[in-house]
Every structure is written in C-alpha cells, then in structure tokens.
C-alpha cells in the first residue's frame, strides 16, 4: 500500500505543478493575492520566474491568462474557487472557454470546509457554474493522489481545466500501489448491489467509510468516486443503475448544478432509477472550523449513514 | 510616409469603410459608428506597422493585435480581407448563419484575428497577457489592442492597465478610440472618463495624442509610442464616430443600428465619392 497522506489537495496541487515545471516550460501559475493560501507559493519559491502574482484583479488574471495560451504557455491561474469561478465567470467563458485556450483554472477553498471565513468564501456554486460552460472539463480530486494525477491529466489535455482544490488536510483513500488518474473515469472504491454511494472530493474517503459501516448491517453499498464531474463516466453510472437500482450522491457543494445534478442527468435519461441528491441544500453556508461543519451538513461517515439508511427505508 | 503612402491608406480606409456598411446592411445588424471611426487606425496598423503575414497568421514572432471593443470588428474584417487573411467574398456574409464572420471576432475561425473578443474590457487582458508571454519568451513582437473610451468604463480594463504598466510591458500599445459617444449617450454624460490622460499616466503609461483620421498624425503617435521604454504606451485617438457617412458621424443612434436600403444607398454614395476623389476604385 501506498503512505497514507493526510494533506490539503491545495498543497498536492502546488506540489505538481513544481514536479511537472521540471520538464514542461510552458507552465506558467499566475495568482491574484492567494498564492500563499492556494499554495502556488510552492511553485513560485522553486520558479519565481515564471510566477505572475496579478493582484486582486481576477478579471484580469484570466484574461491574461488567456494571453498567454494564445502564445503557447500553458497558464494555471488560481484564486479561491469563490472569485475564481464567480468573480471571472465571464472571462472565463469568453476569454478563455469560448476559443479553447489552454488554460488551467485552480479554485482552492471550494465547499464548506473553507471553515471560518465563512459564506462569502465557501463555494457552493463552482462546479454547477464550470459545468455549465462548453469545452470546459471539471475535475475535483479526493485526495493527495488525485490531485497529482489530475494536475498532470490538465497538463496533457489541450484546453480549459477547471481543478477544484480544498483547504482542509484530509486523508487519502486512493492509497493502493497500483492507483493510476484516468480523466473521466469513475472509479469503483467499494462493490455491493443495495445501492450506489456516488461521492466526490473529501466526500469519498467519508464514503467508503460509511460504505464498511454499512456493511456490518448488511447493506452492500457501492461506492463510485467521481473526479471528473464534466465529462462525466456515464458508462460506470448506467452499469450502478442496472445493478444497484438506487443511487445516493454526495458532494461539498450545492445539489443544484453539481455532481448530484450530473449523475442524474444521465441516469434519468439512460436508466432511471431512484436518485437522491446530498450535499449543500440550497443554502448558504456559515462560519466554524471545518470538521465541525463538514459533520453538521452531513458530510462525514456517520451522517453518509444515516443519508443512506433512509434513502433505504 | 510620402503622399502617395498616404493616399493608398486613405483608398485602403475608404474602401473599409464601405466593406463594412455593406455587411452591416446584409447583416441587417451590426455596429456601423464604431467600425468607422476605427477604420484609419486598423489601415494603418495591418498596412503600415504590424509585422504580420497572412501567408503565416500564426507566426509566434508576429505583431499582434486584439480588438478589445469587439463589436467594432467589420472594418477591421474588411483590412484583414483586403490584406489577404481570407477572401473578401467573405464579408458580405457577416453575421449570416455558417458564416466565417461573426458579429464579434472569433479568432477560431478567422485567420488573422488573435483573441476573441467583444464583452468589453477583456480584450485588453488578454493582449497583456500576449506582451508578458513576449517578455517571458524575450521576443521582440509588440502587441496592439483597440479599445472604445466607453469601454474605459469598465473596471477591468484599470486592473488590466496596472498589470500592464507593474510588469513593465514596453511591448504593449493601447490606441482609444474616443469617438464620445457610447450606446446611452456622450461617454461624458454616462461614464465620464475625462481626464484619460491624466488617469492612463497615473497608473503608469506614457501616454500620446492623435487624430485617429489623419495618417501622418497616427504614424507620429505609434512610431513614439513603440519607442518607450520601460513602460506601456497608450495613443488617445480622437475620432469621429460614424466617420466618412453624413448623417452618421457624431450621431449616438448609430452606434448599433444598421442602415435601411435609402440609408445605405446614401451611406454608400458618400464614401464611393470619397474612394473616387482620393482615385480608388472597390
């Protein structure tokens, strides 16, 4: 078995961009004020050279960015997910989407566990709103591992790449020697035929502990990770569908527009089965530490439990 | 430039301007105003200064150019056209479904464009970010962008000003067109944008002057402007919107209306009298 990592994918996230600037110099980060907290920090101790800080102007910062791939640098811009995808939405969709530059968005303190700051900083909306953007793929890595394999996967796909990043330091769950990133493949983390948990980001490793819980009751849930929301695997959901009959979705992230809404798109038109959403419902989120918050909105194994149980009642 | 460089950019300008209000006619849509006061300094641009090829559009050591005001790009259509970028049977099919032209530029589908562009202010992050990949890569190419003194209005065109001018981006020319007026009235009644000059030198450019009309006058501003060192040039140019068509010039209706048949027989007339006297023909 591979270590286990207990880590912000934010500090993976930084850690693969230095990795792969090794021996890619057409990686370029650009940040705007939050270098220190999206962790490119990293990068920019090892290349100051090729780290632009844009100040707090992320307007700017992608269209720059947008600048840049059209003269073949391959641009990582981050901010926190709240700015990233909402601030610059639009320049995001008409700078950079709308030609299919290859520009690479990092959204750092994505969901609740953004913790303390409170609402104006936990994203809720950044998936649904990079999703719903053409030529846009999404991806949002569990764990250390993930974040890795994603980063490189944005690396070698020519064109935009929204990456979720989360602030809190969690522990992997991909840690089997053999673990390998295919964008946009789910993955199968637990087998049983009840029902299917499908779960992304820190969710995941939550959800395959609920799924051994279950189990000592005798409720064999499947477990899928999903890292990448857009284009989603519909083949490994369909085959869930057929063979579990009921899907149970759980993401950081209002169940509007999300992974909840993306599974359910393709199941309700391919193989509808009874689909239940968890996540964010549709509120704002509020101050406290991070675990605290992850356990009130029913994020961590216990409360994945309890969601599944009902949903089976 | 000697008189007869300048009247063969005063036919090319001329001959821009009627391209353009005929696609605007066809299209029944369109931004005539706008496209006409930029006329003079497209031509001169992609004539005169820029080092860029249609036989290689996507040479990485070119010239570049990005039209942060979008909507204007009939006219800049038409040069590209005329220089050779595409064929000009193109641009009677502006704005038409399947057409290479779109109401706003498309650099993915239109050789010689290099950003899409047309929500305003964005243009002008990008070219900003195309000087510092320039000065990353220590080429030598300048780059260009176009922007409406209505479109100043936008914020971000100000945090793309400070990035320009904090990463000292030399290789960078901004040209206003400042024709005052924007789609709800003057830019003064609505924006207020004065004083620009004083406001583009406080936030670190050297800043010239011209009348966007007048050739010799351009050639001086951009010639000073790609000899500034350290810092970003901005050119105001003073221009008339709707220029080269009576009734259209110094009118805000025009900013977004297409001409009617009698409107564009008249439009047409007046510049193919103009394109006669400086001795062109279409």
């Keep these: 078995m591979a270590e286990l990592v207990v880590k912000a994918t934010r500090e993976s996230f930084g850690e693969a961009l230095c990795e792969l600037a090794k021996t890619n110099k057409d990686i370029v980060v ?252 549709d509120k704002f989120g509020y101050s406290g530490p991070a675990k605290e918050l992850l356990e009130i909105f029913g994020f961590t194994a216990p409360g994945i439990v309890k969601e599944v149980k009902s949903f089976l009642a | 430039m000697n008189s007869n460089e300048k009247q063969e950019l005063r036919i090319i300008a001329c001959k821009a301007r009627l391209y353009a209000l005929e696609g605007i006619f066809n299209a029944k849509s369109g931004h005539p105003g706008g496209s006409l006061s930029a006329a003079d300094i497209y031509t001169y641009l992609y004539y005169k200064e820029m080092k860029v090829t249609p036989e290689n559009p996507n040479n990485p050591d070119r010239d570049r150019f990005v039209l942060s005001k979008g909507h204007c790009c009939p006219s800049l259509y038409a040069v590209l056209a005329m220089k050779g970028f595409f064929s000009l049977e193109e641009l009677p099919k502006l704005r038409k479904v399947g057409a290479m032209l779109q109401g706003h530029p498309d650099m993915k589908s239109t050789p010689g464009i290099d950003m899409s562009s047309g929500s305003l202010g964005q243009g002008i992050s990008a070219a900003c970010g195309m000087a510092l990949a320039g000065k990353i890569d220590n080429k030598d190419y300048r780059v260009y962008s176009v922007l409406g003194d209505g479109e100043c209005e936008e914020g971000q065109v100000w945090e793309a000003f400070m990035f320009a001018s904090h990463n000292n981006l030399d290789n960078l020319t901004v040209i206003i067109d400042c024709n005052g007026l924007q789609i709800d009235g003057t830019v003064e009644e609505v924006g207020g944008l004065e004083p620009l000059d004083k406001k583009l030198e406080s936030f670190g450019f050297e800043v010239f002057k011209m009348d966007g009309h007048d050739f010799d006058d351009i050639e001086k501003a951009i010639t000073a402007a790609k000899n500034v060192k350290g810092k970003p040039s901005a050119i105001i140019a003073k221009t008339i919107k709707g220029k080269g068509i009576s009734y259209m010039e110094n009118q805000v209706n025009w900013h977004g209306a297409a001409p009617n048949a009698e409107q564009y027989e008249i439009g047409r007339n007046e510049l193919l009298a103009q394109l006669n006297e400086l001795g062109g023909t279409l």
């Design chain 1, 30 to 281: 650009l940040d705007a004020d939050l270098a220190a907290a999206t962790k490119t920090s990293i990068f920019k101790k090892e290349y100051p050279d090729r780290f632009f800080d844009c100040g707090i102007a992320e307007g700017n910062m992608m269209g720059v960015a947008a600048g840049l791939a059209s003269c073949g640098k391959i641009p990582f811009a981050a901010s926190f997910a709240m700015f990233a995808t909402g601030r610059a939405f639009e320049q995001i969709r008409n700078s950079i989407a709308y030609p299919k530059l290859n520009v690479k968005i990092a959204g750092s303190h994505a969901g609740i566990s953004t913790g303390e700051d409170g609402a104006t900083h936990q994203c809720l909306e950044d998936i649904a709103i990079m999703r719903a953007i053409p030529n846009m793929t999404v991806i949002n890595p569990a764990d250390h591992y993930e974040m890795l394999g994603a980063v490189k996967a944005a690396l070698e796909l020519d064109g935009p790449v929204y990456l979720r990043l989360g602030r809190l330091a969690v522990p992997s769950v991909n840690n089997n020697d053999d673990y390998k990133f295919e964008l946009g493949k789910g993955v199968t983390l637990r087998d049983g035929d009840d029902v299917t948990i499908v779960a992304t980001g820190l969710v995941v490793r939550e959800a395959v502990l609920a799924a051994d819980e279950l189990k000592k009751e005798g409720i064999n849930a499947r477990v899928i990770n999903i890292h990448t929301i857009k284009p989603i695997d519909e083949d490994i959901l369909i085959k869930a569908a057929k063979e579990t009959g009921k899907i149970i979705t759980f993401e950081e992230h209002n169940v509007i527009g999300g992974l909840g809404d993306a599974v359910a798109s393709v199941v309700s038109q391919k193989c509808p089965v009874l689909l239940k959403k968890c996540g964010v419902q």
